[in-house]
């Protein structure tokens, strides 16, 4: 199947708990990961720490989240694995070819998101009309900065050895 865009590799996860002081300390001072900012949104009823491991091309993001109030939808800690977002290096033309194969996307389209690139996130669930989805997992796809593609398009390739999976 040809596609007129690729996912690049692994921008971020996402994982919410009802407090993230016990997050931001496994992720903070046990596992070592610098926090590299913070975001809030009322819409999204989000409370956010975003930790870095890596840098570079792979940098990837740790995004540790609360929501703003817990009796209010959406609930940024339920479930706890929030969602994963993947590097793509086309976005619009991603979003225009994967919705042409039936590909469900969540409300909200393409954005500005709390890193400053821009976003759009898979639907956890597929319905009638578009039934493929994220199989029950929130998906971000991120619109890669150049510096990322130019890093992806610098690796060499991956050469498999046959009977390997």
């Known amino acids: 199947m ?7 590799g692994l921008q971020q996860i996402a994982i919410g708990g009802p407090d993230k002081k ?3 300390h496994l992720w903070g001072a046990l596992f070592g990961l610098t ?3 913070d975001f809030q949104s009322e819409r999204e009823n989000v409370d956010e720490d975003i930790y870095v491991a890596g ?3 792979a940098r990837c ?17 339920e479930p706890p694995l929030n969602h994963i977002g ?17 590909l469900r996307f969540a409300p909200g389209g393409i954005r500005r998101g709390a890193a400053g690139f821009d976003i759009c996130f898979i639907h956890p669930r597929g319905n009638e ?3 493929y989805c ?23 390739e991956l050469k498999l050895s046959q009977g390997h999976a």
């Not at 040809?2 to 690049?8: G, K, S």
């Not at 740790?62 to 800690?77: E, F, G, I, T």
């Open 22 to 24: 016990r997050l931001a």
């Open 86 to 102: 993947l590097w793509v290096d086309d976005l619009p033309r991603a979003v225009e070819w994967l919705g042409a194969q039936g």
């Open 55 to 57: 840098r570079g091309a």
């Open 134 to 156: 994220g199989e029950g997992v929130l998906i971000e796809l991120v619109q890669a900065p150049p510096e990322v593609i130019a890093a992806f398009d610098a690796l060499p």
């Open 129 to 131: 009309e578009f039934p």
């Open 2 to 8: 040809q596609r007129p865009f690729r996912i690049l």
């Open 61 to 77: 993001e740790v995004d540790l989240m609360q929501p703003l109030d817990p009796a209010r939808k959406p609930r940024v800690d």
């Open 35 to 37: 926090r590299s900012g």
